[in-house]
């Protein structure tokens, strides 16, 4: 059973970077993918970026130039750079994964897919 845990948040100043970090454990299949969302206090879950273990990569339009997502396979970590800050990137920043056909593993991994495994969440405050 595919298992997360994040890690990376905290308090920056808004132009400031943070990268998270999203260790997966469990992995019963070869393809499978990651992903991350965010939600802000009274705001809806948003879908920001997923990555493949094939190697697919899509992001949210909302952050893209912005934040980059990576994969360490021999880690199983997989990482959310996130670069030029704003206030309104504060909000919960979640990880997810799951097992997804192989096709979506290694063309394009996509964001809303329903993963299996989530955690609390880690929190990305931005705040002069």
């Known amino acids: 059973q595919f298992r997360v845990v994040e890690s990376g948040g905290g308090l920056v100043r808004p132009g400031e970077s943070l990268r998270l970090s999203c260790a997966l454990s469990?992995?019963?299949?070869?393809?499978?993918?990651m992903a991350w969302f965010r939600q802000a206090p009274g705001k809806e879950r948003e879908g920001l970026s997923c990555?493949?273990?094939?190697?697919?990569?899509d992001y949210a339009d909302s952050i893209k130039g912005r934040f980059t997502i990576s994969m360490n396979n021999a880690k199983n970590t997989t990482y959310l750079q996130l670069n030029s800050l704003k206030p309104e990137d504060t909000a919960v920043y979640y990880c997810?994964?799951?097992?997804?056909?192989?096709?979506?593993?290694?063309?394009?991994?996509?964001?809303?897919?329903?993963?299996?495994?989530w955690r609390q969440g880690t929190q990305v405050t931005v705040s002069s």
């Open positions: 990555v493949g273990s094939g190697g697919s990569i």
């Open positions: 469990g992995i019963t299949s070869d393809d499978y993918a």
């Open positions: 997810a994964a799951g097992r997804v056909p192989p096709l979506m593993s290694i063309t394009r991994c996509v964001i809303g897919y329903p993963y299996s495994s």
